[in-house]
């Protein structure tokens, strides 16, 4: 932490020196206006808050979706980024809540757990809605991929084991209140 820091003082110094460095009435010499100690505290705390943003969970809205009987409280992700960004760093997730990724267009999928802190369950489901198969994946900072065998459109991750103690199968019918399109 200390080597970035250095190197993020050494930048800073260097791309916006002219607004740390101000000429003196010297022949030619110049006077710092920061001195190191206080740009290296500004780096520390721009790191911070960086860090900060990474950790922060995303706001979605949210469905109440129905898979065969039961009722899920699901966020909606349905931009490139809302579903690059998924569950990372949630720390819980409530039984009956979930996060349903809608895709453009069906196709092959694939999830990983990269920076998820939980286990999970991803359902595939068809264009249709109809699950096709679900997989429980387990935190290994994305090292394993979990790939759709068959096109989906849509993928819903549940808490882990949520599927099987259900005994949900495959051509269980997933139900929205109104239709949901992928960007």
């Given at each position: 932490?200390?080597?970035?820091?250095?190197?993020?003082?050494?930048?800073?110094?260097?791309?916006?020196?002219?607004?740390?460095?101000?000429?003196?009435?010297?022949?030619?010499?110049?006077?710092?206006?920061?001195?190191?100690?206080?740009?290296?505290?500004?780096?520390?705390?721009?790191?911070?808050?960086?860090?900060?943003?990474?950790?922060?969970?995303?706001?979605?809205?949210?469905?109440?979706?129905?898979?065969?009987?039961?009722?899920?409280?699901?966020?909606?992700?349905?931009?490139?980024?809302?579903?690059?960004?998924?569950?990372?760093?949630?720390?819980?997730?409530?039984?009956?809540?979930?996060?349903?990724?809608?895709?453009?267009?069906?196709?092959?999928?694939?999830?990983?757990?990269k920076n998820t802190l939980i286990p999970l369950d991803v359902?595939?489901?068809?264009?249709?809605?109809?699950?096709?198969?679900?997989?429980?994946?387990?935190?290994?900072?994305?090292?394993?991929?979990?790939?759709?065998?068959?096109?989906?459109?849509?993928?819903?991750?549940?808490?882990?084991?949520?599927?099987?103690?259900?005994?949900?199968?495959?051509?269980?019918?997933?139900?929205?209140?109104?239709?949901?399109?992928?960007?």
């Amino acid at each position: 932490l200390m080597y970035r820091a250095a190197n993020l003082v050494s930048d800073v110094q260097s791309y916006f020196g002219a607004f740390f460095v101000r000429r003196s009435t010297g022949a030619g010499q110049f006077k710092p206006m920061l001195k190191h100690t206080q740009i290296a505290r500004f780096a520390v705390i721009l790191l911070f808050f960086t860090a900060c943003d990474a950790l922060r969970t995303q706001h979605l809205r949210t469905e109440v979706i129905e898979l065969g009987e039961y009722k899920i409280r699901a966020e909606i992700a349905s931009t490139p980024r809302e579903r690059e960004r998924g569950l990372m760093y949630r720390t819980s997730i409530g039984e009956e809540e979930g996060m349903l990724f809608v895709f453009p267009k069906a196709s092959p999928q694939a999830f990983w757990m990269k920076n998820t802190l939980i286990p999970l369950d991803v359902g595939y489901f068809d264009e249709q809605g109809f699950l096709i198969e679900y997989f429980t994946m387990t935190p290994d900072d994305g090292v394993r991929t979990y790939p759709s065998s068959e096109p989906a459109l849509y993928a819903l991750e549940m808490k882990a084991g949520w599927y099987a103690k259900r005994g949900l199968r495959k051509y269980t019918k997933l139900v929205f209140p109104r239709s949901l399109e992928g960007l």
